[in-house]
């Protein structure tokens, strides 16, 4: 199912895919998604929810896996990808497509005020405490501080705001 609050700006170019399994998929007042932005229901049955005041911008790449709970007022730039899923793949019988998803880290988290820079991949069991800035380029997994700046991978505390 797909929600959309009626003050949200969506563009035209922009690819929702409903879900086949259930997943909820939505997003708040006043946020918006810019071009090329894929929200993907795949790997999971986990909803996404995008809240209020949100710039997501083109490229970003979002899918719905184990879940995605992202605040109000977060900024996402170019070409950040979230991926709240992992594959299985212990077997060597068999294709790691035909193994299926490894269990849930918690999906991925980013609380309010949150800015993440351009071409980031957040992983399976973020936390993105309030107020933290993630530099362009990092990958994050894990829980990170609020009011902070990290960069990098592997990813490193900068400074506190």
């Not at 107020?131 to 902070?148: C, E, F, N, T």
Request: positive net charge; contains cysteine; proline residues 2%.
């Amino acid at each position: 199912m797909i929600k959309i609050d009626k003050s949200a700006v969506i563009s035209l170019l922009a690819d929702i895919e409903d879900s086949s399994r259930g997943s909820l998929i939505s997003i708040g007042a006043h946020s918006s998604l810019d071009s090329f932005v894929k929200i993907k229901p795949a790997g999971g049955i986990g909803d996404l929810s995008i809240g209020s005041h949100c710039s997501i911008n083109s490229g970003c790449v979002f899918y719905t896996g184990n879940g995605i709970k992202i605040g109000d007022g977060v900024l996402i730039a170019a070409n950040s990808t979230f991926a709240p899923t992992n594959h299985k793949y212990l077997s060597r019988e068999k294709y790691i497509r035909e193994q299926g998803f490894a269990d849930t880290k918690g999906g991925i988290v980013v609380k309010n005020d949150v800015w993440i820079g351009s071409n980031c991949v957040i992983l399976d069991g973020a936390y993105i405490g309030q107020g933290a800035i993630i530099a362009a380029g990092s990958v994050v997994r894990g829980q990170l501080d609020g009011y902070a700046i990290y960069g990098g991978n592997p990813l490193k505390k900068i400074k506190e705001r």
